[in-house]
C-alpha cells in the first residue's frame, strides 16, 4: 500500500461558451448526449467509398462540403439527423438494383450483348509508313524548290538586265553628293564649295533625271553633258570597263561642262624653265567604275568650277594689288614679274569637248605650287566658315585668338602691327614662286663653284625643314687633308628676292638676287680661307707669322676686292716666305721667296759693314704650279719643309 | 621687348623743360636717330572709400602707348604689398563702374608725354611729366630691344645715356632692380636680385609708377616747404599754364 498512488484520470470537462452575459456569468453549451453523438458519426459514413483513396479524398471534399453544410444547415436544422444515412443507403440500393438488372438482360443475349474488345494492332506495315513520309517529303521539296526557281529567276532577269535601278543608283549619288527633292518632284543637287567656305557667285547645282527607258548604249555622241554620251566617250578613251549606261542621268549647267586645270609656269625670255598644274583629280578611276558615269561628270564639272572660282580670285587681286611691276591680266591668263626677265604665268585651260588626247603631262610638273595653290584657296574657305570664338561671350566676334589676346599679354606695337598684315592668294603664290627660284639659282651657283673650285672644297648641306618664302644652306670649306687646320663656315638665308650671308666671324651681308654676287662673296670667302689655314699651318711647322693682311691695296682696282696676302719667316729666320692671293676672278696665287742673309751683297762705299747683308735679300717668285702637291696647303707644306734648314 | 631703364634728367637752373627737351632732341637727331611718332604714360589713382579698421587702398590704373591694347593696374593695400594686372583695354569700363568702391582722385592724374626716338637698337624717349597741366620734370626713357635681361645689357645702356645725356649715371642698377629679401618656396629669406630675372613690360610699368610716385611726393614736399621747392619754378617760361608755386600743390 505504501509504493501505490491513486491516479485519477478526468477528461477536461471542458464544455463550448454558447455565451457571456454582461455581468460575466458564461453559459455553457452542454455537452452531447450519446444519441446525439452516433448521429453524427453515422452522418459521417459515405457508403460510396470503398478504397481508403476515396476516404481520403472524401475527407477533403467533406471538409468543403462541411462549410457548404454548415450553411445549409442554418436553413434546415430542423432535418432529421438520420437522413443523409438514410439518402446514402437508397442511393445505394438503387445503383445495385441497376447493376442487377443489367447483367440479367445482358445474360439474355437479346437486347445487349457484351462484346470482347478488340485490341490495337501496334504495328502497322512499314511500307505504309514510308509511303507516306515520302509523300509528305515531295510535298515539302516541291515548296522549297518553287521558292527557289523564284528566287533565281529575279536575280538573272536583274544581272541580265544590265542596268541598276534608278534608286540604286540614287541612293550611290547622294552618299557622294547632296541633293534635295523640290516642289515639282525634280531632284536638284549641288555640287559647289558653299558649304565649305567658298562665297563665289556662280551656281554649282545640277539636275537629276531618270535616263529613257531605250537605253542607247552605242548612241550618238549628243551635245548635252548626259551620261551615256560621256560614257560612250570615255570609255573608248580609257579603255575602262565603265557600264555603258546607267539608270539615272545628270544634268550639269553649260558653264561647268567640259575639263578645266589650271597651269602655272615661270617663264625667263620665253623659255619656259618649270610648269605647274592645278588639278583636282586626285582619284583614280576604281571609284567611278563602281559607281556610275555621273561621279566622273560631276567631280569635273566641281572641278571646273573650282579653278574658276581660284582664277577669279587670282584675277581680282591682280588687278587690285600694287606691284612695282603691274600684273597683267588677258583673258584667262594673269601675267606677273618675279625678278627682271622672271614672269609667272598663270592660266586658266578650260576645254569643253571630250578630246581623247589630254595635254601630254609637262616634265617639270611642279607639285609644290600646285598643292600651294590648292592649299591657300581652301584656306581661304576654312577661314570665312570658322570664326574663332571670343572668350569671354560678350567679346565682339571677329578678332582671332592672338589679337585677344594681345591686350593681357601687352603684346607691342610691332606685334600688334604685324597682326594686321595680310597677304593675298597672288601675293603668297608670287611669294612662293620667287623663293623656289631663287633657291634653284643659289643651288646652281654653289653647285657650279664647288665643281669648278677643286681646291679647297666646298660642302654645302640644305636644311631639310624650310618653309614656303625660306631655306637655309649651310656652307664649310675645307682643304682635303687639312681639315682640323682650318675650316671657313657660312650660312646662307635664302629668302624671295635676296639672301642673307651670315659668317662664322658674325658679319652679315645682304646679297640680292644677282647670281654673280653670292658667286663673288664664295670667291673672297675662299680667298681668306687659303690665307687663314695657311697661317695656321705655319704655326704647326713652326714657322714665325711676320704678317698677313685681308686687303692689301696693291695693284689695280678689282671689282672682287684686294689680295691678301701673308708673311711668314722660317724658324731660323733664314728664309721668308711672301704669299698673295687674288681673285681675278680666278684665284691666283703668287709666292716668293727669301733668304737672309743676301748673297749678293758687296761692301760698296755708301754701305760698307758687312753686316748688312742680314738684311734680307729680295724676294724672287716661285713657280708655284710646278711644286709638288695636290692642294695650295699641300704645296705650301712642302716649300716650307724644304726651307726649313737643320741648322740651328 | 626689351629692357627699358628709365633715368630722370635734373633741370637745370635758368632753363626750361620744353628748351632742354628740344635740345635733347636735336642731339639724338644728330646723332644718327630717326624721329618716330609720339609716346604718352599716363597714370590715373582710385582710392579706396575709407572704412574703419582698413587702410585705404589704392589702384592705379596705366596705360603706355607702347602697349596700345592693354591697360595695366596696381593695387596698393596700404601695408605696402603691390599686385599687378595687365588686362584688355576695355579694363578702364569696369574701373568706371566700380565708382561705388572706389573714388577717382582727379587731381593726382599724372602722365608723360613726349617724341620717341629710334636709334639702331635702341628706343629713346623724351618725355616731359606733367600733373594737371603742371610741368614736374623730365624722364628719360631708354629700351634696348635684343636682350631681355638687365644684367647682360646695363652697362651698354649706361654707356649710352651717359653719351647722349652729359650727365653722370650712377654704376649701380637703378634703384627698381635693386636686390630685396623674399621668401622662398622653403619659407626662408632669400636675397632676390630683379636685375637677373625675365623683363616683362609690368616692369617698364611699375618703373613709372615708381617715378611718378616720386614726383608726386616731390609736390608735396615741396608744397610744405612753400616756395621754389620745384626746379622748374621762377620766372621761365613754362610749356603748360602753370603761374606760381601755389599750383603745385596737390
Request: with cysteine; hydrophobic share 40%.
Amino acid at each position: 500500500m505504501s509504493n501505490s498512488v491513486n491516479i485519477s484520470v478526468e477528461t477536461t470537462c471542458e464544455n463550448q461558451i454558447r455565451e457571456i452575459a454582461y455581468d460575466g456569468t458564461e453559459l455553457y453549451q452542454p455537452p452531447p448526449t450519446l444519441s446525439e453523438s452516433l448521429a453524427k458519426c453515422a452522418a459521417r459514413i459515405d457508403f460510396s467509398k470503398t478504397s481508403l483513396d476515396d476516404l481520403k479524398k472524401e475527407e477533403k471534399s467533406a471538409a468543403a462540403a462541411e462549410d457548404k453544410e454548415d450553411k445549409d444547415n442554418q436553413f434546415q436544422e430542423s432535418l432529421w439527423p438520420w437522413d443523409a444515412v438514410r439518402n446514402k443507403l437508397k442511393d445505394a440500393y438503387t445503383e445495385i438494383c441497376v447493376l442487377s438488372d443489367v447483367i440479367s438482360i445482358a445474360k439474355d443475349k437479346r437486347y445487349l450483348v457484351l462484346d470482347p474488345l478488340l485490341e490495337d494492332g501496334d504495328d502497322t506495315k512499314a511500307i505504309v509508313q514510308v509511303y507516306s513520309r515520302k509523300k509528305a517529303l515531295s510535298q515539302a521539296a516541291q515548296v522549297l524548290l518553287g521558292g527557289a526557281e523564284r528566287l533565281r529567276t529575279a536575280h538573272s532577269e536583274q544581272r541580265s538586265r544590265n542596268v541598276s535601278d534608278f534608286h540604286i543608283e540614287l541612293l550611290r549619288l547622294r552618299q557622294n553628293w547632296r541633293l534635295k527633292k523640290v516642289s515639282n518632284g525634280a531632284i536638284i543637287g549641288d555640287l559647289s564649295y558653299r558649304t565649305a567656305g567658298s562665297k563665289f557667285g556662280m551656281s554649282g547645282t545640277f539636275e537629276v533625271t531618270k535616263a529613257e527607258d531605250t537605253l542607247d548604249e552605242e548612241g550618238g555622241a549628243g551635245t548635252s553633258a548626259t551620261a551615256s554620251a560621256a560614257s560612250s566617250a570615255s570609255s573608248s578613251n580609257n579603255g575602262m570597263q565603265l557600264k555603258a549606261s546607267s539608270a539615272l542621268r545628270v544634268i550639269v549647267p553649260a558653264e561647268l561642262q567640259g575639263v578645266a586645270y589650271i597651269k602655272v609656269i615661270t617663264q625667263k625670255d620665253q623659255e619656259d624653265l618649270c610648269t605647274a598644274q592645278v588639278n583636282l583629280m586626285g582619284h583614280g578611276p576604281n571609284i567611278t567604275a563602281q559607281v556610275g558615269v555621273w561621279q566622273k561628270t560631276l567631280e569635273f564639272a566641281q572641278n571646273v568650277l573650282f579653278c574658276k572660282e581660284l582664277f577669279a580670285q587670282l584675277a581680282r587681286e591682280a588687278i587690285q594689288l600694287q606691284a612695282p611691276i603691274p600684273h597683267v591680266v588677258i583673258g584667262n591668263q594673269i601675267r606677273a614679274t618675279l625678278l627682271p626677265n622672271i614672269q609667272l604665268i598663270i592660266s586658266l585651260c578650260h576645254s569643253t569637248s571630250f578630246d581623247s588626247s589630254q595635254p601630254a603631262p609637262i616634265n617639270d610638273h611642279d607639285h609644290v605650287l600646285e598643292h600651294s595653290l590648292h592649299q591657300l584657296l581652301r584656306e581661304v574657305h576654312y577661314k570665312n566658315s570658322h570664326h574663332p570664338f571670343p572668350h569671354p561671350a560678350s567679346a565682339p566676334l571677329g578678332p582671332s585668338k592672338k589679337r585677344m589676346l594681345a591686350g593681357p599679354t601687352a603684346a607691342d606695337r610691332e606685334a600688334l602691327l604685324d597682326m594686321t598684315k595680310t597677304q593675298t592668294i597672288l601675293e603668297q603664290i608670287i611669294a612662293q614662286a620667287q623663293h623656289i627660284f631663287m633657291r634653284k639659282r643659289t643651288q646652281y651657283v654653289l653647285d657650279t663653284l664647288a665643281r669648278d673650285v677643286k681646291d679647297p672644297q666646298i660642302v654645302s648641306h640644305w636644311n631639310a625643314m624650310n618653309s614656303p618664302t625660306m631655306s637655309c644652306v649651310k656652307i664649310n670649306i675645307v682643304t682635303h687633308g687639312y681639315d682640323a687646320i682650318g675650316r671657313t663656315s657660312l650660312v646662307i638665308h635664302v629668302k624671295e628676292r635676296s639672301l642673307k650671308c651670315i659668317c662664322r666671324d658674325g658679319r652679315v651681308m645682304r646679297l640680292s638676287y644677282e647670281p654673280q654676287e653670292l658667286r663673288d662673296l664664295i670667291l673672297c670667302q675662299i680667298n681668306s680661307h687659303q690665307i687663314s689655314c695657311l697661317v695656321s699651318l705655319a704655326r704647326c711647322m713652326a714657322w714665325t707669322v711676320l704678317s698677313n693682311s685681308n686687303h692689301l691695296g696693291i695693284g689695280k682696282v678689282e671689282p672682287l676686292g684686294n689680295a691678301s696676302s701673308c708673311l711668314l719667316a722660317s724658324p731660323n729666320s733664314d728664309r721668308m716666305i711672301a704669299v698673295q692671293i687674288r681673285c681675278d676672278p680666278q684665284i691666283d696665287v703668287k709666292v716668293y721667296i727669301a733668304r737672309s742673309p743676301r748673297q749678293d751683297f758687296f761692301p760698296s762705299p755708301l754701305v760698307p759693314e758687312k753686316f748688312w747683308e742680314n738684311l734680307g735679300g729680295n724676294f724672287k717668285e716661285v713657280r708655284f704650279d710646278k711644286i709638288e702637291g695636290k692642294s695650295f696647303l699641300n704645296k705650301m707644306e712642302f716649300l716650307m719643309a724644304s726651307l726649313t734648314s737643320n741648322t740651328a | 621687348m626689351g629692357v627699358t631703364v628709365l633715368q630722370p634728367y635734373p633741370l637745370p637752373e635758368g632753363k626750361s623743360g620744353a628748351h632742354i627737351i628740344d635740345h635733347l632732341g636735336k642731339r639724338l637727331l644728330s646723332l644718327g636717330a630717326t624721329h618716330a611718332g609720339q609716346f604718352l604714360v599716363d597714370c590715373e589713382t582710385f582710392i579706396s572709400t575709407p572704412q574703419h579698421g582698413t587702410p585705404t587702398r589704392a589702384v592705379h590704373v596705366l596705360h603706355d602707348s607702347e602697349f596700345p591694347a592693354s591697360t595695366f593696374s596696381i593695387i596698393d593695400n596700404g601695408t605696402g604689398k603691390q599686385v599687378a594686372l595687365v588686362a584688355d583695354a576695355i579694363f578702364d569700363l569696369l574701373m568706371l563702374k566700380m565708382t561705388s568702391t572706389f573714388t577717382s582722385k582727379k587731381q593726382t592724374k599724372i602722365e608723360s608725354r613726349g617724341a620717341r626716338f629710334e636709334y639702331g637698337d635702341f628706343v629713346i624717349k623724351l618725355g616731359s611729366v606733367t600733373m594737371m597741366e603742371h610741368f614736374k620734370g623730365i624722364l628719360i626713357e631708354i629700351e634696348y630691344r635684343p636682350c631681355i635681361t638687365l644684367s647682360y645689357c646695363w652697362e651698354m645702356i649706361r654707356e649710352m645715356l651717359q653719351g647722349f645725356l652729359g650727365i653722370n649715371v650712377a654704376k649701380e642698377y637703378p634703384t627698381y632692380f635693386t636686390t630685396q629679401t623674399i621668401m622662398n618656396a622653403m619659407g626662408q629669406q632669400q636675397l632676390h636680385a630683379k636685375q637677373n630675372d625675365l623683363y616683362e613690360p609690368m616692369d617698364t610699368v611699375k618703373q613709372y609708377l615708381e617715378h611718378f610716385t616720386n614726383y608726386r611726393k616731390h609736390v608735396q614736399l615741396h608744397g610744405g616747404l612753400g616756395s621754389s621747392g620745384l626746379s622748374v619754378n621762377g620766372p621761365v617760361l613754362m610749356p603748360s599754364t602753370v603761374v606760381g608755386v601755389g599750383m603745385g600743390r596737390s
